[in-house]
């Protein structure tokens, strides 16, 4: 009789094999999956810049400290560092990394599964996980 360990929407992982049915449906067989990994997509773009603009301001900042005397320049200062690290905030959340799945099926490497939920995401690599170990024993 066959196990589950995760039924979603898009995903089935059983003790026999993993099935994706989004974007592209595709099926392979546990016990031929080698060298499982976990690979981490890049960030946003938009991240990235509005890092990078934050830590830019930082360092205008930290070379204007000496002129920064009134209330107002500090205001200034302080939004100037501010709103980027708010921005970056707000688009890491709105498009978090994505996470990919992969390993050596057939001698070639394959994806089995890219999400940018990272709950799900981490619910169907445990599953895998359990599946690979009752297949070892």
Same mark, same amino acid.
């Given at each position: 009789?066959? $196990?589950?360990?995760? $039924? ?14 989004? @974007? ?8 031929? *999956?080698?060298?499982?990994?976990? #690979? ?9 810049? =509005?890092?990078? %603009? %934050? /830590?830019?301001?930082?360092? *205008? #900042?930290? *070379? =204007?400290? @000496?002129?920064?005397?009134?209330? /107002? ?6 939004? *100037? ?5 708010? %921005? =970056? ?6 498009? @978090?990394?994505?996470?990919?799945? !992969?390993?050596?099926? $057939?001698? !070639?490497?394959? =994806? ?6 990272? !709950? ?9 996980? !359990? %599946?690979?170990? /009752?297949?070892?024993?």
């Amino acid at each position: 009789m066959r $196990r589950d360990y995760y $039924r979603g929407p898009d995903v089935l992982v059983t003790d026999e094999c993993i099935e994706v049915w989004d @974007p592209v449906p595709h099926r392979f067989q546990v016990g031929e *999956l080698d060298a499982v990994r976990v #690979v981490r997509h890049r960030l946003d773009r938009t991240v990235t810049l =509005s890092a990078q %603009a %934050a /830590g830019g301001a930082l360092v *205008l #900042v930290g *070379l =204007s400290w @000496p002129s920064l005397t009134s209330a /107002g320049s500090w205001l200034i200062a302080v939004m *100037l560092i501010t709103a980027p690290c708010v %921005a =970056s905030g707000i688009c890491l959340r709105l498009r @978090p990394r994505a996470q990919e799945l !992969r390993a050596m099926y $057939r001698n !070639r490497d394959v =994806s089995l599964y890219v999400s940018a939920d990272a !709950r799900a995401f981490g619910q169907i690599r445990r599953a895998l996980t !359990r %599946a690979r170990e /009752g297949v070892l024993k």
